[in-house]
């Protein structure tokens, strides 16, 4: 049995102290514990191109990841003075940070119709396979990035940072997955064409989600549940296959998150929405949830 399975039944205050354990030991798996518990890191941003119009500002940008290594990143932000809510907004295997805002692709815009909407956004690239800084992890400096993303927000003047936001599709909804389990900042997040199970990743999928040590500590479920008692939807689609994210895989591991949710009194914060598409996103069904949540 994995050692950092949640057990259903707990406190609130075991359920926390759960969470905050097995956090620091998924840290650790990543090699990403010298990073979070270090100095902070500046930003060091750098303005590369901006435009205006349709009622926000669209801008590419590079920042500082880690004190070596710069990465680039899209960014919105509405028009106008206000303070505004943000996603981080995540793309899946084959795509970059632009995908996100195509409205043609599988993605459906989503990024785009937020910016629309009156939300910053922030795109990065998660589709490496390759690892950058010696001694890191591909999954750690993937999820690093996101962190990092996070940290742009949190930074901007015109960001609420009590309301951000992250989603994703395929590999986007695994990072979205990880970044709301360990970034506690992320108070709300969109999980797509993802949940499933481990033993399921292991065929016929990339195994770069692997790394030592992670199947010895938790499953999927486990992850998802790190973000409770924050608002989490997942989406999966009837058409997706059974050697896909096939639905009832998902129901299976919904499951294993409830108990979490429950236990922090938060069982309302936590839905599985099962649309009629195939491996997408369903873009209805996240404008509402971000509508409700941020």
């Not at 960001?159 to 951000?164: E, G, M, P």
């Not at 992850?223 to 059974?242: H, K």
């Not at 195939?278 to 069904?285: K, M, Q, S, Y």
Request: net charge negative; hydrophobic share 40%; aromatic share 8%.
């Amino acid at each position: 049995m994995r050692s950092g399975g949640y057990s259903p039944g707990s406190t609130a205050a075991a359920a926390s102290a759960w969470q905050t354990e097995v956090r620091a030991d998924l840290f650790v798996a990543l090699r990403l514990s010298d990073l979070v518990n270090g100095p902070g890191i500046s930003l060091r941003e750098h303005v590369v191109s901006s435009e205006t119009g349709a009622g926000y500002s669209r801008s590419e940008i590079t920042f500082a990841s880690t004190p070596t290594r710069r990465i680039n990143a899209v960014v919105t932000l509405p028009d106008g003075d206000g303070v505004v809510p943000a996603v981080v907004c995540i793309h899946g295997h084959g795509g970059d940070r632009f995908v996100v805002f195509d409205s043609a692709s599988i993605y459906k815009g989503f990024a785009q119709k937020l910016a629309g909407s009156g939300y910053a956004t922030i795109a990065i690239d998660v589709g490496q396979h390759e690892v950058y800084e010696q001694g890191r992890l591909l999954m750690g400096e993937r999820l690093w990035d996101c962190i990092r993303a996070i940290d742009w927000l949190a930074a901007h003047p015109r960001i609420d940072s009590s309301r951000i936001g992250c989603a994703g599709l395929s590999l986007g909804g695994e990072m979205a997955m990880w970044l709301g389990a360990m970034d506690t900042r992320v108070c709300a997040e969109l999980s797509a064409g993802f949940l499933t199970t481990m033993d399921q990743m292991e065929h016929n999928h990339c195994l770069c989600w692997k790394f030592d040590g992670l199947r010895e500590l938790v499953d999927y479920a486990d992850i998802y549940a790190l973000t409770a008692p924050r608002a989490l939807q997942c989406q999966n689609g009837l058409q997706e296959t059974e050697t896909q994210f096939h639905v009832p895989l998902a129901r299976r591991a919904l499951l294993q998150i409830e108990p979490a949710y429950s236990d922090l009194g938060a069982a309302g914060c936590l839905s599985l929405h099962i649309h009629n598409g195939g491996h997408e996103i369903d873009l209805p069904a996240l404008e509402l949830f971000f509508q409700r949540h941020l």
